[in-house]
């Protein structure tokens, strides 16, 4: 980061033997003078003009502040990181949680553990200190935004890391303020890179621990109140977990299309529980902020007619989240008003066209592996391509499969006449939803033959077994 000053090195001639950090040009020395005056900061012994009342330094001078940034830089070196290990600066760290009020200081030495943290041995080291552990899971209560984003990296560094992850798992389980805390930070923050980051730790934890994902689906009905934190919101409202990911998720989506994946992935995780669900359709809108925001996105947003078809491949994984939730909701909620068919014919229109781009991507894989057919990387990169493809595939039909079934003959007229609906569109449903999908067919087919007999006949022809017996 421009703001960090490049980091000292151990070359100049005045260096002693024997004091390079491992086999960087790092100085021992130096890194220890570091440590002690980060000491003397958060234990002054006596009052000075940058000290507030209580002793403690509110801000840092523009020496030290540049000092311990290159510390920070420096800590992603694995030696460096062990050195700071060796020394206790994990415990130092802790000194200035609890005593300093000075949040560029706090910032900045998260920081330095969540570098140390990418090092397996020195994650769980800093995983395994119980008190380090509980006083990182309040910082998440912090009011400062550099300070919660630095946090919230280590916590996805250590929930990375499969040997420890259950640790944390098993830690903010049992600290009901780290919901309170996420729910505000995605309810209320417009800092697009801090929700990301905290939206990564969320989608993180549900995807290892469904028992945490339901206690926080239930929190908003049944909450349990946990130790409350110095720094903590206060007063937090009665947060359900739904609406904040809405909101947070509205916050990215134009800003930042990594981060509105993320939010979508943890709508669906939450839809493999019935709870989840149950979250989702019995808000007190009826589901109807949720399903609307995600139409809006499908029919607005992405694969959009004026898009190359290759589009489908970029956004593949959001479009599976977002179509596995609308499903869902729409097998759930057949009688919720906005989930009736005359308000959704841009849907199956948008459902048909990433079919159709799915076709085109298809061709251009299958003309892309005979050109790498003796490379195995080449083929291998293809294979995942077509493995999310097929993912999104299958969610489409299903939920497109599950559409055509609901429609009436006014609805299939308004589709008509919208251009949702015409021989072409339907031949590419027709295609990708056979044999499968055979009965919604067959009775979209019937509703079809009464709103435009001829567009059924044609469609008959190219799919003879759908022809009606003479």
Not at 275 to 291: L, R
Request: glycine share 4%; net charge negative; with cysteine.
């Amino acid at each position: 980061m421009d703001r960090n000053p490049s980091p000292p090195s151990s070359e100049a001639e005045e260096e002693e033997e024997g004091d390079a950090v491992g086999n960087t040009v790092y100085s021992k020395h130096w890194l220890f003078s570091i440590l002690t005056r980060l000491i003397e900061v958060i234990s002054p012994e006596k009052t000075e003009p940058a000290v507030s009342p209580e002793g403690i330094h509110t801000e840092l001078d523009e020496e030290m502040e540049n000092d311990i940034c290159k510390v920070w830089d420096m800590s992603m070196d694995e030696d460096v990181a062990l050195f700071l290990q060796e020394f206790n600066a994990p415990d130092i760290f802790m000194g200035v949680f609890a005593k300093s009020k000075c949040p560029r200081l706090t910032e900045i030495c998260v920081g330095i553990l969540g570098n140390m943290a990418c090092f397996q041995d020195i994650c769980m080291s800093i995983s395994k200190d119980e008190n380090l552990g509980q006083v990182l899971l309040q910082r998440l209560c912090d009011s400062d935004s550099p300070t919660l984003l630095e946090t919230s990296r280590l916590l996805l560094t250590c929930l990375s890391q499969p040997e420890v992850a259950n640790v944390w798992v098993e830690r903010i389980r049992e600290n009901p303020s780290v919901y309170d805390c996420v729910c505000f930070i995605m309810s209320s923050s417009t800092n697009v890179e801090l929700l990301v980051k905290v939206g990564e730790v969320v989608d993180k934890l549900f995807d290892l621990d469904e028992e945490l994902m339901l206690n926080w689906i239930k929190n908003g009905t049944c909450r349990s109140v946990g130790p409350s934190v110095d720094d903590s919101p206060e007063e937090l409202p009665d947060f359900k977990i739904v609406p904040c990911i809405l909101e947070a998720a509205k916050q990215v989506r134009s800003d930042n299309p990594e981060g509105l994946d993320v939010y979508m992935h943890i709508l669906q995780l939450l839809t493999t529980v019935d709870e989840g669900i149950q979250a989702i359709v019995q808000a007190p809108d009826g589901g109807k902020e949720t399903w609307s925001l995600l139409y809006d996105l499908v029919c607005h947003e992405l694969c959009q007619p004026d898009d190359p078809p290759i589009i489908v491949q970029e956004q593949k994984t959001v479009l599976a989240s977002i179509l596995s939730v609308l499903s869902a909701m729409f097998a759930s909620q057949t009688e919720q008003e906005y989930t009736k068919m005359r308000k959704n014919m841009p849907l199956i229109g948008s459902l048909i066209r990433i079919l159709e781009y799915m076709e085109g991507c298809g061709k251009r894989s299958i003309d892309n592996s005979k050109e790498s057919e003796q490379q195995e990387t080449g083929r291998a990169d293809l294979n995942e391509e077509d493995f999310h493809l097929k993912i999104l595939k299958d969610i489409c039909c299903e939920l497109l499969s599950n559409m055509l079934q609901e429609l009436t003959k006014e609805n299939t007229l308004e589709g008509l006449h919208q251009g949702h609906l015409n021989e072409q569109t339907c031949s590419c449903a027709f295609q990708n939803l056979l044999p499968l999908y055979f009965a919604s067919v067959e009775s979209f087919l019937e509703v079809l033959r009464e709103a435009d007999q001829t567009l059924a006949e044609n469609l008959e022809k190219r799919f003879p077994s759908l022809k009606v017996p003479a």
